[in-house]
């Protein structure tokens, strides 16, 4: 008759990832559940860091423990809008908990959050539970494949038409360095400034580079012609997977094949690190990244994205292959790359 009531009730609430103790917590959490590096508030706080968008999140609580987390970041665009997203600058994110009534849980509770903070949207990279969500389960796929166990391997596994490619690369008279020092990441942000612009986008601040450097098990692999560096990626480490996350190259690195260069010299260089899987991120369905990456034999597995806008509200739009911003990307591709990098960072900081 004196044993103490169970107790059944959930809560959600918000974090402060300001207090170290609670982003302990959910650092604990994460690890527990097995989420991506972009559920880590490490994330989150490496890019409130680099682009001043604010981290935050909710958490699921029952009898004093944690049994889910939603990461989410503020942002603010003075162009698109006000926007959640889980997670912020980040291609996986969304709810991590131990149960679909938690899932709902937090999914319900994200939605009365964004209208306390004035944000009309949500975007979830992940799957959401509920009502009012709009599911997209075909726009997007997710490439990941295992690591050879030696060189000749890894080039064997790799399709006989891009193996041709990847060869052409070794051949050339390239020198390839790895590393987080300011000379890497200098190289890595004159080549991706330049890979963007050529594509029309606008690029992000350095700083966001820096901080998931600084914050996060990540670093950065160049390929060099002659001195200059010619293709450069920013690599994320996480349970052993290695994901080139920001990478491009110059106008000379098709003729060098210094991209295949690149790539392949990356699978060695994670596998030496103790990575045993190549995680290619995600690409729009059928769009040329997405059959770049077929074409080095990853096979695409569709990934479910959510989003949710409160009523009375039109869509944000930031997506750069909508039709309304074509214009746009075809006057940005026309910048002297100076301009494009100095103007770049101010709006790429608020696409989320």
Not at 97 to 110: F, I, K
Request: proline letters at 5%; glycine letters at 10%.
């Amino acid at each position: 008759m004196n044993a103490p009531f169970a107790l059944t009730r959930e809560t959600v609430r918000a974090v402060d990832l300001r207090q170290p103790d609670e982003v302990a917590l959910v650092e604990g959490f994460v690890a527990e559940q097995g989420g991506s590096v972009f559920h880590r508030p490490a994330w989150l706080q490496a890019v409130e860091h680099g682009t001043g968008q604010q981290a935050c999140g909710l958490v699921a609580e029952k009898a004093g423990r944690l049994t889910g987390w939603l990461p989410l970041t503020q942002v603010h665009s003075p162009i698109f809008g006000r926007l959640l997203a889980s997670s912020g600058f980040a291609v996986e994110g969304g709810v991590l908990c131990e149960s679909e009534e938690t899932a709902r849980d937090l999914c319900d509770a994200v939605q009365e959050y964004a209208l306390r903070l004035s944000c009309t949207d949500v975007e979830l990279r992940g799957s959401a539970s509920g009502q009012g969500w709009a599911i997209s389960q075909d726009s997007h796929c997710g490439f990941v494949a295992p690591l050879a166990d030696d060189a000749d391997k890894q080039l064997t596994a790799i399709p006989r038409k891009q193996r041709a490619e990847v060869r052409k690369g070794l051949k050339n008279d390239l020198k390839v360095t790895t590393g987080t020092a300011p000379l890497n990441r200098a190289a890595h942000y004159r080549v991706y400034a330049e890979s963007v612009r050529n594509l029309g986008t606008p690029v992000f601040p350095r700083a966001l580079f820096d901080a998931v450097l600084d914050r996060l098990d990540a670093d950065i692999l160049t390929v060099w012609d002659k001195g200059q560096a010619v293709a450069s990626v920013l690599s994320l480490y996480h349970q052993g997977a290695v994901m080139p996350y920001w990478g491009g190259g110059t106008w000379d690195a098709r003729r060098l094949r210094a991209n295949d260069r690149m790539y392949y010299e990356l699978m060695l260089h994670a596998r030496r690190r103790g990575c045993d899987r190549f995680d290619f991120g995600r690409s729009k369905t059928g769009s040329g990244a997405y059959h770049f990456k077929k074409n080095w034999g990853f096979e695409p597995q569709p990934l479910s994205y959510a989003r949710w806008t409160a009523p009375g509200h039109a869509a944000r739009d930031a997506d750069p292959t909508s039709k309304r911003h074509q214009s746009r990307i075809a006057m940005w591709k026309k910048l002297p790359l100076p301009v494009a990098n100095f103007v770049g960072p101010f709006i790429a900081r608020g696409l989320g």
